[in-house]
């Protein structure tokens, strides 16, 4: 006999476990890790990718896992009050906007990856992949982002999708923890393993000649593991790795805080904290591996897979893997492509959902919204702000989005909350926060990695990313730097970002007025993106203040 | 497959697997903690 408890809360520990192990896994332990590991030393990247996972992912898991419960216990669901409540400097509340702010940004963008997994699973199992050949997949792909009739027949449909799902996510969050995110995770999850093991079966046994495939699934999984041990000798493959591990995780986007905030003091969160990690790494490694590289290999052949990923994972998922199921009969194409687009899209709810409940817990919390208010505010915001993205996602809103929201402020909030952790709050009472109820002891050395370690790795990817050199060739650059000759910022370095160097140079090589128009207008809508993220950080920025305001009165 | 290649995914798979169904069990077999605890399920009337 069960009754439920009056405050909210999580229904079991294996729920939990889930929600947070679902928070983690995402489109790109699919679709970016395979793609990081073929274009950063194959099978050794899994080296550096150990490395950070122990040396900045586990520590940081079981901060954030520490972090959140602390403050939950103090009546704090969302980061600016969880790190309030652990130093008596009020400007960390406002760091801790980062934790909303990241989700909200994130959100709108990422809902629209989700509504063209839902969309393709619908299309595949309507069967409008079967019987196509490849430029029609592919042409059937830019009509969707161009808004031209494709699938319903109508205009806009992407639009619409992304309607659904926005709604589909305000409406799960809107049932609460239990009967929303926990049930969501509790489904979402075994059928996102159970398609992914199905489909990395498939993947590694196709057989060259068999279904249309020209080489063996072992070709492709030749490819993405053969180590190329000489690349472990290039920073550029060490900041990939940290960069994968750090996006995989989840961790610095305040979402595990608030996960976590709903954990009582004396409950266990060292071996939860393990428990959902390294389901992400298999979902990851063991499966993500398996999948998309073996697949496209045996299809296209490592040439062309090479010429596609360099053109990003979407594209190779998106553009590619409709026809190549379409090649392995009429039901088995249709089941398979259903499976691949369900995963996918089972991650990507299960992530979007997580980034919900820090907003919703936020008002919960300082202005007293019901739980469906919130969710449904947060289904309201994350529309205004992904349309932008949508409509605009050719001139690269989409992009930009992910840079700031999804990159930087990541890295930025990570690395603040690490040392607020290790050197405000202090590691004794940390290493208290960590440990308390917990199933497993974590290792004394973890004390240490927790103080110096972790936050070290955390600015050096940081500094790295703020200054990255033309062509990620750090040996190169430092060497012309020393010789007097400057230095030449990589486009995607966040001080070429802030000059707008890619697209200045873009407007300087355009042809014609017609592309010189079209790349101004781009730079005015590139512009216009980061002053509405700006926009919406001040906004958080304004409620935490009146929130502090209301509780100093209460 | 090569052998450096099977090598490295053979290991990396074993070792991430047989961590990941490790700590699962661990929280399966975990002893529920007197109440009031964190979750609303095991509430026994």
Redesign the interface.
Known sequence: ?????DNE?????????LAMAGNAVGLGNFLRFPVQAVQNG???F?IPY?ICFLLMGIPLLWVEWATGRFGGNKGHHSTPFILDSMTKQSIWKYVGVFGIFTNLAVAAYYCYIESWTMTYVVKTLLGHFVNTTPEKVSAAFDCYLDFDPTFTGLPFEAVFAFVICVILNAWVLSKGL?DGVEKAAKIGMPMLILFGVALSFSGITLQAGERGAIYDG?VG??Y????DFTSLTNPSVWLAAAGQIFFTLSVGMGTIQCYAS???K???IT??A??AG??N??VE??LG?AILIPIAVGYLGIDKVLELTQQGALGLGFRTMPYLFSQWGEVLGIVAGAMFFGLLFFAGLTSSLAMGTPWVGFLQDEFKWNRKQAAWSFGAIVFMLGLPTVLFFRQGVFDEFDYWAGTVSLVLFALLESILFAWIFGMDKGWKAIND?G??QVPEIFKFIIKYVTPAFLLLVFVASLLAPEGRNWYVSVGQLLDGQGWSFSDQAIVAKLMNQDINKAILVADGFQQKADMLFKKELINGSRLLLLLVFGGICLLVYIAGNNRKKR | MNASALWMMISANVVIASLAVYFLWRVLRAKKRPEPDSFSENVED
């Open positions: 006999m069960v009754r439920k408890k809360s999580w229904g079991t520990r294996l729920g939990l476990v194959g099978g050794a899994i150990f239990v072992t999984l030749n993405l593991w053969t180590p709903y954990v009582k004396n409950d266990d071996l939860n393990m428990s390294w389901m790494e298999f490694v063991c591996s109820g199933d497993i």
